[in-house]
């Protein structure tokens, strides 16, 4: 399974922009999705993720209220939908997949996407 993430790009602090993760193969309808952040010099950290049928989401305590995930399954898209943003949330930003359906934060994801840049000014 291929993962290409796009939507990264420069933007004003409580300014919004629309991550995309598109796969490869229409499998991914069935896996759990998620997206995390790794700032420089920062671990990688888990932001949002949703799991297969789409019914349940989790995001993680820095995000709530403002970022959204959301899935298409008849595209292979998933989005991260980031609002209010804050110049910690200037990160790289990568999607990712779990084939057990869960998409929770916690348990392995196994497959990952390039990053897109995010930058947040203040």
């Known amino acids: 399974v291929q993962l290409q993430a796009s939507g990264g790009g420069l933007v004003q602090a409580g300014g919004s922009l629309r991550l995309s993760c598109v796969a490869s193969?229409?499998?991914?309808?069935?896996?759990?999705m998620g997206w995390f952040r790794q700032a420089p010099g920062k671990e990688r950290q888990f932001v949002a993720g949703i799991t297969g049928s789409g019914i349940r989401a989790y995001y993680a305590d820095s995000v709530k209220g403002r970022f959204t995930i959301s899935r298409d399954n008849a595209e292979n898209t998933v989005y991260l939908q980031m609002n209010s943003l804050k110049p910690e949330d200037t990160a790289v930003y990568y999607c990712?997949?779990?084939?057990?359906?869960?998409?929770?934060?916690?348990?392995?994801?196994?497959?990952w996407g390039q990053g897109t840049l995010v930058t947040v000014s203040s």
């Open positions: 193969e229409r499998t991914i309808g069935s896996y759990g």
């Open positions: 990712a997949a779990d084939r057990r359906g869960w998409g929770s934060p916690g348990y392995e994801f196994h497959y």
